[in-house]
Structures are given as C-alpha cells and as structure tokens.
C-alpha cells in the first residue's frame, strides 16, 4: 500500500492533533511483526483481542522507528529497530536494543513515571525481529514544534511555559540520581577532541581553527567549577526531538540510547546550544534565542535550595557545553559548509567568553 501523510496521533493533551507519520499500511499475519505486537497487546497492555489488526505508521524523520495503532482498540505503540542501524551485526543491535531498555527501566526507577515527569515505558526487546525494541506511546508536542512555533508565529509565551516545564523534569531527573561522586571533566574534554576532529576531517574547520580549539579546551580543564559537581544519570541526547509535552508540565523522555553518567551541563548546555542552533538556522541572529536560553537556566536553577549560587554555577559552565554542542551539529552533513563556519564561530565566541 502507498504511503499517505496520516496523524498518527489522535487529541492530544492540549488539544492539538500534530501529524508525526506516514501510514505504511497493516502488519500481514504472517509476519513474525505481528505476533510479536500481539502478545504486547495482551501482557503488557491488558487487551484481549483475538484477531488484532495493526496499522504501521512511518514516523517523521526517521527509516529505523515506527508506530503502530491496534485498529480496533486504539491501543498504540512505538517499535525502533535495531537492526539496520548497525549494518545487520546482530549481536551490537541486540546489546544496544536491550541497552535502551535497560536505561529506560533505570530512570523509572527514580519515580520518573506519570505526571508531571514521565519517562516512557519499555515494552519489550526481541533480538530475532530485526533487534526491536517496543516502547510506550506518548501522545503530545515535541519540543522542536514549540520551538517553530515561537520562531514562526512569535508565540513566545507558548515556549518560555515549555522551557519551565523541561527545566522541571531535567532538574528533578538529575537531582534525583545524583550519586555523591563527583563529575570527571576529562569525559567531556574527549568527547570535545571527537567533534573537533571530525570537523577536521571532513575539512570544515583548519589546523589554526583545532589549534585554537585545543587551547581553549586546556583552559576550560583548568577552572576548578568544571569538576566540582556530582555524577548524575543523564538523557545522552536533550535534543528537541526527544523530549514531548502534555498538559500543565507535563513532560516525557523518549530515545535514552545515549544514556550514561556525567555532568548535568551536558544536558543542561545542549538544550541551550540547540536553542541557539534552532534560532540562527531559522533567522539568522543568534541572539533571538537568549531570552529563551537565559530562562531555562534559571528555571532550571530554581529547583535548587540556593537558587542564585546554583545559577552563578550553572551559566558559568554553560558556555562550553553549548559551544561543544555547536561544534556537534556543525559536523552534519546536512549543515552547508557556510552555515557550520557560522557555527563554528558562535563556538568560539562561547569558549573565549567563558
């Protein structure tokens, strides 16, 4: 059957229905698909149909995730395959497949289910079914629509309320797995030496530009504030498509792929480099994001017991998890060679600033 442009989605929370797939048609019976979706149906959600018909749905973006909507209940799902993503190794599919479920299973652990902070359920892993992994199906805004909503129809007001909301689950999220020992800046030094040299590589950056880069990284390794904070669990990837909005301050975390232990600022600052990002990509200017990443970060300092020293803290480290997150997306090759040196730069600005 051809595809067709669908909402997958029904009302959500707040009233929208947001088109996220393309319907790709149904599960054939015969498909091992199939009988694997059925028994979700009925262990893991409680519905009892004997004769399930599956509607598949292609989500946006992305060749690997699919939903899939019982046509009679309704009861939806979410299935990311493994498989392709690593070139058919079974065995680095599987590991990862049960990896992501295990992340997802460890911060629910914190009480991170239901309203207001909700990170989605796991529903299964299969090794044989391309390494798929099932997931709960959450139904709301992705961050990155609020953003093109204030961007393109200038409702502010609408992303300053989701920035508050997403400052509340991640503060919430790290302040509860916070583990006493402290943060080892020398993880994100490397992590930092990785972008850069792609960069190099891919010939977007020079030999001055890494020169200038390995500088600026050394004196950033030597500020004491770089070290002093506690490991916490953290989401691995704070992109916008990955967290989604529901009513009030409602907010869940999808994709924990990336998941692993580390400073806060690594998730803190990349939701404040993608902010940036997503503003100078649309408009050009840089600073139209400010107002909206300054918010975040006190949003997120007020669920401290000393909000100003947690602030003070916070926005000093932030300039360089938000340049090395520049840097990040300035080595996709879907960025033009002109707007990665614009990125590049912004880069610069944040580590000389900091």
């Known amino acids: 059957m051809a595809g067709r442009d669908v909402t997958y989605s029904r009302l959500t929370p707040t009233g929208i229905d947001y088109v996220i797939g393309k319907f790709v048609g149904y599960v054939p019976r015969h498909d091992r698909l199939y009988d694997y979706l059925r028994g979700i149906l009925v262990d893991r959600m409680g519905i009892h149909n004997p004769h399930p018909a599956f509607r598949a749905f ?41 990896q992501e479920y295990e992340s997802l299973q460890t911060l629910r652990s914190f009480n991170l ?27 709301g805004e992705q961050f990155s629509q609020a953003i093109a909503r204030s961007i393109h129809q200038r ?10 909301a997403l400052a509340y689950f991640l503060a919430t999220q790290h302040n509860r797995t916070a583990n006493g020992d402290g943060v080892n800046f020398d993880a994100d030094t490397r992590y930092f030496n990785r972008v850069v040299g792609r960069l190099r590589r891919d010939d977007r950056v020079g030999a001055w530009d890494v020169d200038e880069f390995e500088w600026l990284r050394d004196r950033w390794r030597e500020r004491a504030r770089m070290w002093q904070d506690q490991q916490v669990w953290l989401h691995g990837d704070a992109t916008p498509a990955n967290f989604l909005f529901g009513n009030g301050l409602d907010v869940a975390a999808i994709d924990l792929e990336r998941m692993k232990r580390g400073d806060r600022m690594f998730d803190v600052g990349r939701i404040a480099g993608e902010l940036q990002h997503s503003f100078m990509s649309a408009t050009g200017d840089r600073r139209r994001a400010e107002p909206f990443i300054g918010h975040f970060l006190w949003e997120y300092s007020c669920h401290f017991p000393d909000r100003d020293s947690a602030f003070a803290s916070i926005t000093a480290r932030a300039p360089y998890y938000m340049g090395m997150n520049l840097l990040r997306i300035a080595r996709n090759d879907y960025i033009s060679s002109e707007y990665s040196g614009k990125l590049v730069a912004q880069a610069k600005r944040l580590l000389r600033a900091g």
């Not at 939903?67 to 309704?74: D, L």
């Not at 207001?116 to 299969?126: C, D, E, K, M, S």
């Not at 409702?155 to 508050?164: I, Q, T, V």
Request: hydrophobic fraction near 35%.
């Open 155 to 164: 409702d502010s007001s609408h992303l300053f309320w989701r920035l508050k």
């Open 58 to 98: 292609r989500l946006v973006g992305s060749n690997e995730v699919y939903g899939y909507e019982e046509k009679a209940s309704g009861a939806r799902l979410i299935c990311k395959f493994y498989g392709p993503k690593f070139g058919w190794d079974s065995d680095r599919a599987s590991h990862a497949a049960h």
């Open 113 to 139: 289910v239901g309203s207001p902070h909700h990170v989605i359920a796991p529903l299964g892993v299969n090794r044989d079914i391309n390494s798929v992994l099932a997931v709960e199906y959450y139904p």
